[in-house]
């Protein structure tokens, strides 16, 4: 007897797909059936993705979206469904950080950190969120009433960090922004829910673990090691599944235990 989530028939638009957590979630996705919208700024790197998945057999298309341009997202999220048909999944991924102390940080550090992660993630969200309701309350046509948006949010949100505060206050207003968007459309189908990660290796940090500060960075963590990508898989699926309609609202901590 086994168990699989198929999302075939599903659409999800992953954004900040080209590279890192973005690109295995929409392998994750492609794998389970989704047709994925990969979205970044980056479309070069979206491309060779998309050609990745379209040779295991998945569906990928690519579509450019800035995340702190309010008409790139409109823009993009229109060009999506006009594309591939109604958003049915939105992984709300994109992300910036800086590293210093808060006593240095300069007013464009803050706008840079704040317009991605937090005002970004808000109207891309409400981007997608408005056409799901849409469809909910019949305005629109669509076959799947409802939704999934998951935000990628950071256990930075959960627990303060040093020389990460602009980045730990930015995803803490994204778990906040999860909860409160769960109680408004969740009556709708629409189930949104947050992943908090604790340290992965990606392409963007992996020289830092061989480096004296990230190896005592290691050795703080509860069993000694950092996470991958793939790490994060089983919970992007469950919160993505059809069988999923009872999770609304779950901020769901993905960090090997680091916020212990």
Same mark, same amino acid.
């Given at each position: ?46 491309? &060779? $993705?998309?050609?990745? +998945?379209?040779?295991? /057999? ?7 979206? *800035? !995340?702190?341009?309010? @008409? ?13 048909? &109604? $958003?049915?999944?939105? +992984?709300?991924?994109? /992300? ?7 006593? *240095? !940080?300069?007013?464009? @550090? ?151």
């Amino acid at each position: 007897m086994s168990y699989s989530i198929d999302l075939s028939g599903r659409v999800a638009l992953v954004t900040g797909a080209s590279s890192g957590l973005g690109a295995q979630f929409a392998r994750t996705l492609a794998k389970a059936g989704a047709c994925v919208v990969l979205a970044g700024r980056r479309t070069e790197l979206l491309k &060779t $993705l998309r050609s990745e +998945i379209e040779g295991a /057999g998945g569906d990928a298309h690519v579509v450019k979206l *800035d !995340v702190t341009d309010i @008409d790139s997202i409109n823009s993009a999220v229109a060009h999506a469904e006009t594309e591939v048909g &109604t $958003l049915d999944i939105l +992984i709300n991924n994109s /992300g910036v950080s800086t590293t210093q102390r808060l006593i *240095d !940080v300069s007013p464009d @550090d803050y706008d840079f950190v704040m317009d991605t992660n937090t005002r970004g993630a808000f109207f891309v969200a409400q981007a997608v969120g408005k056409r799901m309701l849409a469809r909910a309350q019949g305005h629109a046509p669509g076959t799947f009433i409802g939704g999934r948006i998951v935000n990628i949010a950071s256990m930075a949100g959960l627990r303060a960090l040093s020389k990460i505060g602009v980045y730990s206050m930015s995803k803490a207003a994204v778990i906040h922004m999860t909860r409160a968007m769960a109680l408004e459309w969740g009556r709708y189908g629409i189930n949104v829910n947050a992943i908090c990660p604790g340290y992965i290796d990606t392409e963007i940090n992996h020289h830092h673990w061989a480096t004296e500060q990230g190896k005592k960075l290691v050795e703080m963590m509860p069993r000694k090691r950092i996470g991958h990508p793939q790490d994060l898989d089983t919970t992007l699926l469950m919160l993505c599944a059809n069988e999923s309609h009872f999770i609304n609202g779950a901020v769901i901590q993905a960090d090997d235990g680091f916020g212990i």
